[in-house]
């Protein structure tokens, strides 16, 4: 069984990585997160050739699945080099001296067996070690989810269709590994308490861990960048706009915040979502399904982060919300409209300028609290009640 793991947890990063449309600065971050998370499933195998001292070596591997899952979230927003990686691996570094060090010390002490001894298990060094890496594994989600909150909310900043690229399956993403590791911690209460069931612990944590991996893997390979979901965005734009969209954000706090004079005067600010709205409402921009914060720019001629800062600021929205919601007032018109009594509802999404029967739905229910069903026969109700 645990060669079966080792060899499946090769297959699933190979295939995220090597996938015909991975894009590969991104995925490589999730093929070695799904790789290192399947560590544990080593240990049985390793049992069965050698003794327990060794296994104190592999340890340390179990500290890099949280960096990466960090990383991987992180390289939809911007270009992860080196000097942005380095840091998120000194823990991993300091556990291999100090690991190995113990290693020489209790291959002396203790002799060797296929069971950790229990002096070992309950050495007060042992259990700090523990407890800094569940601190560790801990950490880095709450890390990645603050990371994928940025990036959905400078989307929003810049996009009117979010569907393909906003990521939300990372939550779950991100949930399941906060549950593994909970699930973890548990074990380790068990093992310190049985020692001799570690092979069982190892097993049951392999069982876990295995559904989850390969979930992770059919939506990793399926998951688009924003410069692969977004025709004719190239990767530097789009991780510029990104950065340009989280500064205003950033900007626009530090100003409530401090009462500092905001960059765009009032006037400014005012005329710029005046130009803004009239585009929407004479224009009917919104009904551009693919519509972007840039298409408004290049329309007004005025710079995409000003535009994004007034509409910020001015009208208290994301550009997201601006323009679904026109499309979800335009969905409500057509809705009522008894000479369109009989289009279906694939129609009214296109001609309201969704793209797509799901995001018409979700959107829509976001903005009245019911579906365009629900909506549409509670019109048919209150006019039939009249």
Partial sequence: MAGVGILQSLFLACLIYFHPN???SVNKFLALYVFWLSV??????????????PLIMVEPFLLLPGPFLYLYVRSFKETINFQKAWVHFILFAL??????????????????????????LHDPLSILRVTVRIAQLFTYPLLARNALNSYQRSINHLFSETSKIDLAWVKWLINGFM??????????FVLLRDPENFRLIILINTAMVTPYIYI????GVTQPTLWQAKSGLSKEKAQEELHEAEIIEQVSENEKEKGEKPVLNPERRQDIVARTLV?????????KTELTLQDI???????????????NEGLKKTFYDLVNGYR????????????????????????????????????????????????????QLSVAAV
Avoid: C
Wanted: aromatic share 16%; glycine share 4%; charged share 20%.
């Fill in 279 to 287: 585009a929407m409402e004479e224009g009917k921009l919104f009904l």
């Fill in 297 to 311: 720019a290049d329309q007004l001629n005025i710079p995409a982060y000003q535009v994004s800062q007034a509409i």
């Fill in 95 to 120: 556990y291999l001296i100090i690991d190995y060090s113990l290693f020489v010390s209790w291959s002396n002490r203790f002799p060797p067996g296929p069971t950790v001894p229990v002096e070992v």
């Fill in 179 to 188: 549950m593994l590791t909970f699930i973890m911690l548990a074990l380790y």
């Fill in 328 to 379: 979800v007032e335009e969905a409500k018109r057509l809705l009522v409209d008894p000479k369109r009594r009989n289009n279906k509802m694939l129609a009214v999404a296109f001609d309201a300028g969704f793209n797509s029967k799901t995001t018409f739905n979700t959107v829509f229910k976001k903005f009245t609290g019911f579906t365009p069903t629900d909506f549409k026969e509670q019109h």
């Fill in 216 to 219: 992770v893997t059919f939506k």
């Fill in 40 to 53: 544990p499933m080593f240990t049985p195998l390793l049992q069965q050739f050698i003794t327990w001292q």
């Fill in 22 to 24: 991975s894009d590969r």
